[in-house]
Nanobody
Framework: QLQLVESGGGLVQAGGSLRLSCAASGSIFSINAMAWYRQAPGKQRERVAIITRGGTTNYADSVNGRFTISRDNAKNTVYLQLNSLKPEDTAVYYC????????WGQGTQVTVSS
């Protein structure tokens, strides 16, 4: 089964930007939809962005207009560009398929200071 490794998180000030990467250990070409999820302390994991194999994207209302998801099937990698970050974006960010069929990676921590 594919393994997922997320990276690119860090500590940034409000208004800053980060670019997250999710590298898969094998081909993601056949996976119709990939997504980024996040889990803040004490909250349930939520999906924030989804991208289909054909490149169609959809975002949660809370991040729409600020986050951009993309995928590079040749590199087996999914990206999430985070702009205009807010303290409420603080969470551990994960990627997975839609529906969720892959093992969860370790995630990458994003911390936004006010």
């Amino acid at each position: 089964q594919l393994q997922l490794v997320e990276s690119g998180g860090g500590l940034v000030q409000a208004g800053g930007s980060l670019r997250l990467s999710c590298a898969a250990s094998g081909s993601i070409f056949s996976i119709n939809a990939m997504a980024w999820y996040r889990q803040a302390p004490g909250k349930q994991r939520e999906r924030v962005a989804i991208i289909t194999r054909g490149g169609t994207t959809n975002y949660a209302d809370s991040v729409n207009g600020r986050f951009t998801i993309s995928r590079d099937n040749a590199k087996n990698t999914v990206y999430l560009q985070l702009n205009s970050l807010k303290p409420e974006d603080t969470a551990v960010y994960y990627c997975n398929s839609v529906p969720i069929n892959l093992l969860w990676g370790q995630g990458t921590q994003v911390t936004v200071s006010s």
